[in-house]
């Protein structure tokens, strides 16, 4: 005998049932437009080192990024990110090795771009805290981190950086008020198309020492960056950044880290409409990869958390894993 009336007439189950019924419904998918593949560089002939804190994750000297580069164009990656590990002679207390026409972002840029022309975009990092002896952002005196003095320095860094041929200018050092300097002074320039990507949302996170251990700047931080970095118990305080930011001229945003704040990337998302990015930062890459290698978690881990920034708003990922696509997307 059948019974009728007793269970739902909508059965969520049914479009679950089959692979192919899964797909057809999914609401979000990833594919390699979906990301931003971090590089760092180092100094020297033919090399690639691992990075101790991240396994798996190297630096490359300039002559040979394309090993990476090629691999980044194959899976369909449509941008790279550019950071350097400085040489401790080179750093300062003003951070003046950025403003060298010479240093490691610009030979990267000019290598890249004369290899591969529009192949692949190239985002460079601005800030001071890769280059100065005090490890951080910006200017330091007397215990403090000076904004306007900061934001001078950071103006010269940006033109410099299009003037080798970057693409995006992404400010990561959160001082109040650069990113309307460095829109005017590109515009002034003649590099009204040169994008800006601000890292409006920058947390004072305890997810950031492997990266400040692959630059080089993690055991010569004096103090904390709280002052000028976020505090990651507010969620306003984010939306007020990043309206400013537009305001200023920004034409995309980030948010850092990405899996701890996947509230802000919608917040910011459905408030302003506006391309957002998510970083996946060094802290997440090294736990994740970590229990996977212990065996505590499976690599479908990988591609879960990499979802949950899409469902959660971002346009794109800044993820270490960016190197591993061919084999993460299967």
């Excluded at 280059?131 to 103006?155: A, F, P, Q, V």
């Excluded at 004072?204 to 020492?209: A, Q, T």
Aim: aromatic share 8%.
């Amino acid at each position: 005998m059948i019974i009728t009336g007793k269970y739902p007439n909508l059965r969520m189950r049914r479009s679950r049932k089959e692979e192919w019924s899964r797909r057809l419904v999914r609401e979000n998918t990833l594919s390699g437009s979906d990301f931003v593949l971090p590089i760092f560089l180092t100094d020297g002939k033919n090399k690639k080192q691992e990075i101790k804190l991240m396994k798996g994750v190297y630096r490359y000297s300039v002559d040979n990024l394309s090993v990476i580069i090629d691999r980044a164009i194959k899976n369909k990656i449509p941008m790279v990110a550019l950071f350097p590990n400085t040489k401790i002679k080179l750093k300062d207390k003003s951070g003046s090795e950025a403003l060298n026409e010479n240093n490691l972002v610009s030979k990267a840029i000019v290598k890249i771009k004369k290899k591969y022309n529009n192949k692949i975009g190239i985002m460079c990092d601005v800030a001071l805290d890769p280059y100065t002896t005090h490890g951080h952002d910006g200017i330091l005196e007397k215990n403090e981190i000076l904004n306007d003095k900061t934001i001078e320095i950071l103006i010269k860094q940006s033109l410099m950086q299009a003037q080798m041929g970057c693409d995006v200018i992404a400010p990561s050092d959160m001082m109040d008020g650069r990113i309307g300097e460095i829109r005017k002074e590109l515009d002034k320039n003649g590099y009204e198309n040169i994008q800006l990507l601000s890292y409006a949302v920058k947390y004072s996170s305890s997810f950031y020492g492997p990266f400040r251990d692959a630059v080089g700047s993690k055991k010569a931080l004096q103090g904390n960056k709280k002052t000028y970095q976020m505090d990651y118990s507010n969620l306003n305080e984010a939306l007020r950044e990043v309206s400013m930011d537009i305001k200023e001229g920004a034409d995309m945003v980030m948010v850092k880290p990405g899996l701890p704040y996947l509230d802000i990337i919608k917040a910011v998302k459905d408030n302003f409409k506006i391309p957002v990015l998510a970083y996946q930062v060094s802290g997440e890459y090294s736990l994740i990869s970590s229990a996977i290698n212990n065996k505590i978690l499976n690599k479908e881990a990988i591609y879960e958390s990499l979802l949950s920034f899409k469902r959660a708003g971002a346009n794109a990922i800044i993820s270490y894993y960016a190197d591993y696509l061919d084999k993460i997307l299967k």
